[in-house]
């Protein structure tokens, strides 16, 4: 047994526990490593095909495949539609651009003095949708405005653009193919799955333990505990604590791991009387059985691989009460 | 004077679409650091600095991922640090193409390997990489490091502007879209499908051009009116969210979340006690044979919730005092059924629960919203 001390907390974990979170914590960072080293090579790729093919506006190119990485840290997985999104994104925002500078701010420069303007609806729509496509949109267009703005390079709507386009396009690819080579990983959506859903389930056990915390207080409310016979804050805690605990390794019980917590509750929620139904601490126990048992039911057929909607109807009167009172 | 209903539904729509003004304060963010660029670009002129503007947008962004004055000035640290080795990198190695590409590699490499700053590191990346056109020497490497020096400065200077204007009036939309949804949600469960029934919300999450993948759940409700609630929650649990992690260096803005965080804690206890509620439709006529005061305390509720959201809104006194008699009338209802030997139905028991933390919880928020009126 390990006893580790934080500033806070003591937290005793087994030997395995130890071994599993450390073998985690390399695969994290053997993960990490992997996609820094796709980004560099993605851009150092770039980079030597600017310099060494000498290509007018060529620094577009590791400029595209940077902006393609920009989504690197918001979780990889759903690869697929992420670049979809990342390339309509960066080709409409370049056009976009290049046709504000052609048609107004050379026409007229008194255009320029909108760019302001234009990036705060711009950013007020990407804030209101959360969509990345427009976030891709909004910084790809700034480039080509600002050049125009403060540069006195032409930047013509035929060859230039049209150049920039098919950097833009090279830059893209070479994105793709580094994260399809180096970083595969990043083309399966099981890894961020599993860890969305991991989250999804903390997240659950985060609140049942709160509920827990504010509802047990030892101290303040110990007229809350029905009957002491039955049951103890104590107890009462501790079995809260065990349902927090399923809902936190609920990919545990995906793979088949069972446990005897709703049958302990169970017996708890026969023992107490018709009259003590009216107490708060009734309805506190009542509800962590039915997190428990839907727990149970959601591991077991994630298990058995035959998951279906109808199943878990959370409304469903009849389910809960056929759950409750078997 | 009235407002032209032009823009009555212009207002509307927008209130609609962005109704805790996150979006418009997260527009400003954006634009603030290059407006205040800008300014400093006119009033010095210097030629090819144009950078001085597009640098504080860029560094502006990673750093409104961290709560805390640290993680935000840590981040704007490693964005313009990371940069101006770029840059100079790129400036001082330009004749030797193989040798800076080498270098590139290695800068990028270090500097996306932090997991932690990686959104700036790649925003750092992306500005270096232009730097590649411009002339290069030891002299531009210097002026443009200048330049850069200027902009972390105004990225700096935006961040704590933003916060001294912004803070309160985002955490005000908020608690008042907190009670909005409240009140939609109590005002839902409270109602048969044929009342006519007032809601803020109607159209919660329903933006153009936005998609998202969680309404997929939502099959698994069978009605709309849970599935309303489903939005309501999962609003509940992510709005707000900066009130309690957001670190504020400005005395009245602290002052005012100190003030306003026991309110929305309260207003996520409410919601607690409304869920309680939530079947409230299935046995409405078994409630009102067992507690008949309860249709007239439910009435009395939402004019009661409505009046606090519109006291706390206008600044205004509204009365927001709940009938002690139909109250005293109902709990005695309560009292008499518990000792009589009636088998209650689960869902009344949760009413009944769920009905009286909500009296007491909604006593406790106006104690905190009303008194300074």
Same mark, same amino acid.
């Given at each position: 047994?390990?006893?580790?001390?934080?500033?806070? #907390?003591?937290?005793?974990?087994? =030997?395995?526990?130890?071994?599993?979170?450390?073998?985690?914590?390399?695969?994290?960072?053997?993960?990490?490593?992997?996609?820094?080293?796709?980004?560099?090579?993605?851009?150092?790729?770039?980079?030597?095909?600017?310099?060494?093919?000498?290509?007018?506006?060529?620094?577009?190119?590791?400029?595209? =495949?940077?902006?393609?990485?920009?989504?690197?840290?918001?979780?990889?997985?759903?690869?697929?539609?992420? =670049?979809?999104?990342?390339?309509?994104?960066?080709?409409?925002?370049?056009?976009?651009?290049?046709?504000?500078?052609?048609?107004?701010?050379?026409?007229?420069?008194?255009?320029?003095?909108?760019?302001?303007?234009?990036?705060?609806?711009?950013?007020?729509?990407?804030?209101?949708?959360?969509?990345?496509?427009?976030?891709?949109?909004?910084?790809?267009?700034?480039?080509?405005?600002?050049?125009?703005?403060?540069?006195?390079?032409?930047?013509? #709507?035929?060859? =230039?653009?049209?150049?920039?386009?098919?950097?833009?396009?090279?830059?893209?690819?070479?994105?793709?193919?580094?994260?399809?080579?180096?970083?595969?990983?990043?083309?399966?959506?099981?890894?961020?799955?599993?860890?969305?859903?991991?989250?999804?389930?903390?997240?659950?056990?985060?609140?049942?333990?709160?509920?827990?915390?504010?509802?047990?207080?030892?101290?303040?409310?110990?007229?809350?505990?029905?009957?002491?016979?039955?049951?103890?804050?104590?107890?009462?805690?501790?079995?809260?604590?065990?349902?927090?605990?399923?809902?936190?390794?609920?990919?545990?019980?995906?793979?088949?791991?069972?446990?005897?917590?709703?049958?302990?509750?169970?017996?708890?929620?026969?023992?107490?009387?018709?009259?003590?139904?009216?107490?708060?601490?009734?309805?506190?126990?009542?509800?962590?059985?039915?997190?428990?048992?839907?727990?149970?039911?959601?591991?077991?057929?994630?298990?058995?691989?035959?998951?279906?909607?109808?199943?878990?109807?959370?409304?469903?009167?009849?389910?809960?009460?056929?759950?409750?009172?078997? | 004077?009235?407002?032209?209903?032009?823009?009555?539904?212009?207002?509307?729509?927008?209130?609609?679409?962005?109704?805790?003004?996150?979006?418009?304060?997260?527009?400003?963010?954006?634009?603030?650091?290059?407006?205040?660029?800008?300014?400093?670009?006119?009033?010095?002129?210097?030629?090819?600095?144009?950078?001085?503007?597009?640098?504080?947008? !860029?560094?502006?962004?990673?750093?409104?991922?961290?709560?805390?004055?640290?993680?935000?000035?840590?981040?704007?640290?490693?964005?313009? !640090?990371?940069?101006?080795?770029?840059?100079?990198?790129?400036?001082?190695?330009?004749?030797?193409?193989?040798?800076?590409?080498?270098?590139?590699?290695?800068?990028?490499?270090?500097?996306?390997?932090?997991?932690?700053? @990686?959104?700036?590191?790649?925003?750092?990346?992306?500005?270096?990489?232009?730097?590649?056109?411009?002339?290069?020497?030891?002299?531009?490497?210097?002026?443009?490091?200048?330049?850069?020096?200027?902009?972390?400065?105004?990225?700096?200077?935006?961040?704590?502007?933003?916060?001294?204007?912004?803070?309160?009036?985002?955490?005000?939309?908020?608690?008042?879209?907190?009670?909005?949804?409240?009140?939609?949600?109590?005002?839902?469960?409270?109602?048969?499908?044929?009342?006519?029934?007032?809601? !803020?919300?109607?159209?919660?999450?329903?933006?153009?051009?936005?998609?998202?993948?969680?309404?997929?759940?939502?099959?698994?409700?069978?009605?709309?009116?849970?599935?309303?609630?489903?939005?309501?929650?999962?609003?509940?649990?992510?709005?707000?969210?900066?009130?309690?992690?957001?670190?504020?260096?400005?005395?009245?803005?602290?002052?005012?979340?100190?003030?306003?965080?026991?309110?929305?804690?309260?207003?996520?206890?409410?919601? @607690?006690?409304?869920?309680?509620?939530? @079947?409230?439709?299935?046995?409405?006529?078994?409630?009102?044979?067992?507690?008949?005061?309860?249709?007239?305390?439910?009435?009395?509720?939402?004019?009661?919730?409505?009046?606090?959201?519109?006291?706390?809104?206008?600044?205004?006194?509204?009365?927001?005092?709940?009938?002690?008699?139909?109250?005293?009338?109902?709990?005695?209802?309560?009292?008499?059924?518990?000792?009589?030997?009636?088998?209650?139905?689960?869902?009344?028991?949760?009413?009944?629960?769920?009905?009286?933390?909500?009296?007491?919880?909604?006593?406790?928020?106006?104690?905190?919203?009303?008194?300074?009126?």
């Amino acid at each position: 047994m390990h006893v580790i001390r934080c500033k806070r #907390i003591t937290v005793d974990i087994t =030997t395995q526990e130890v071994s599993i979170k450390m073998l985690k914590f390399t695969e994290k960072r053997l993960l990490n490593i992997q996609e820094s080293f796709c980004i560099s090579i993605a851009i150092a790729i770039g980079v030597i095909i600017y310099l060494v093919f000498k290509i007018e506006h060529g620094y577009w190119i590791p400029m595209t =495949t940077s902006i393609m990485f920009l989504a690197a840290d918001q979780g990889q997985g759903a690869f697929i539609k992420k =670049t979809r999104d990342r390339v309509l994104g960066t080709i409409t925002g370049a056009l976009l651009g290049f046709l504000y500078v052609n048609i107004f701010m050379y026409a007229n420069y008194h255009w320029g003095y909108m760019i302001p303007l234009l990036w705060f609806i711009g950013f007020y729509i990407y804030y209101v949708t959360s969509n990345y496509a427009l976030l891709a949109v909004m910084i790809t267009m700034f480039v080509p405005m600002l050049l125009a703005a403060f540069t006195s390079e032409p930047l013509g #709507i035929g060859s =230039t653009l049209f150049k920039r386009v098919v950097c833009t396009i090279i830059g893209v690819s070479i994105a793709i193919i580094a994260e399809y080579i180096i970083y595969r990983r990043a083309a399966s959506t099981v890894l961020s799955m599993k860890k969305n859903t991991n989250d999804f389930f903390i997240t659950l056990s985060k609140f049942i333990k709160m509920s827990s915390d504010h509802f047990i207080d030892k101290d303040a409310k110990p007229g809350l505990v029905i009957d002491d016979s039955i049951l103890k804050c104590k107890n009462l805690n501790l079995l809260s604590n065990k349902v927090a605990l399923k809902y936190k390794n609920m990919l545990q019980y995906f793979d088949g791991k069972t446990d005897s917590c709703s049958e302990e509750l169970n017996l708890i929620l026969q023992k107490i009387k018709t009259s003590e139904k009216f107490s708060p601490t009734y309805l506190f126990i009542r509800s962590l059985y039915v997190f428990s048992i839907l727990a149970d039911d959601l591991g077991s057929a994630v298990y058995r691989k035959n998951f279906e909607y109808k199943d878990f109807y959370i409304d469903d009167k009849r389910y809960l009460t056929e759950k409750i009172y078997k | 004077m009235r407002t032209p209903k032009a823009l009555q539904f212009i207002v509307n729509r927008l209130h609609q679409l962005d109704p805790t003004a996150d979006a418009l304060i997260g527009a400003i963010k954006c634009t603030l650091p290059g407006l205040v660029g800008l300014f400093v670009w006119i009033y010095f002129r210097n030629p090819f600095s144009f950078w001085i503007i597009l640098l504080p947008i !860029f560094a502006i962004f990673p750093a409104g991922l961290f709560p805390k004055y640290k993680g935000k000035f840590c981040s704007v640290g490693f964005f313009f !640090f990371s940069l101006a080795v770029m840059q100079f990198a790129v400036a001082v190695l330009y004749i030797h193409p193989y040798l800076l590409v080498f270098v590139l590699f290695i800068l990028t490499f270090i500097a996306v390997s932090s997991i932690k700053y @990686r959104y700036a590191a790649v925003f750092a990346i992306l500005c270096a990489v232009i730097y590649i056109e411009l002339q290069q020497g030891w002299y531009n490497g210097v002026n443009r490091l200048i330049g850069i020096c200027i902009a972390a400065f105004i990225t700096v200077a935006s961040i704590i502007i933003y916060e001294n204007i912004f803070s309160i009036i985002k955490i005000r939309f908020t608690i008042l879209f907190l009670m909005e949804l409240m009140l939609d949600g109590f005002s839902v469960f409270t109602k048969s499908e044929t009342e006519e029934i007032q809601i !803020f919300n109607k159209y919660l999450f329903r933006r153009p051009l936005s998609i998202r993948a969680d309404f997929n759940i939502e099959k698994m409700f069978r009605s709309n009116r849970e599935k309303f609630i489903h939005r309501i929650l999962m609003e509940l649990i992510n709005r707000g969210k900066f009130i309690e992690s957001e670190e504020f260096i400005f005395k009245k803005n602290i002052k005012y979340r100190d003030y306003i965080y026991p309110a929305y804690i309260l207003l996520k206890r409410i919601f @607690r006690d409304i869920t309680f509620i939530l @079947r409230y439709n299935i046995v409405e006529s078994r409630i009102n044979a067992l507690l008949p005061t309860t249709s007239k305390l439910l009435e009395n509720s939402e004019i009661v919730l409505r009046n606090t959201y519109l006291s706390f809104k206008n600044d205004k006194y509204y009365p927001t005092l709940l009938s002690d008699k139909i109250v005293n009338k109902w709990n005695d209802e309560c009292e008499s059924l518990k000792i009589s030997d009636i088998e209650v139905e689960e869902e009344i028991l949760d009413f009944i629960y769920g009905f009286r933390c909500m009296l007491s919880d909604v006593k406790e928020l106006q104690s905190i919203l009303l008194p300074r009126r």
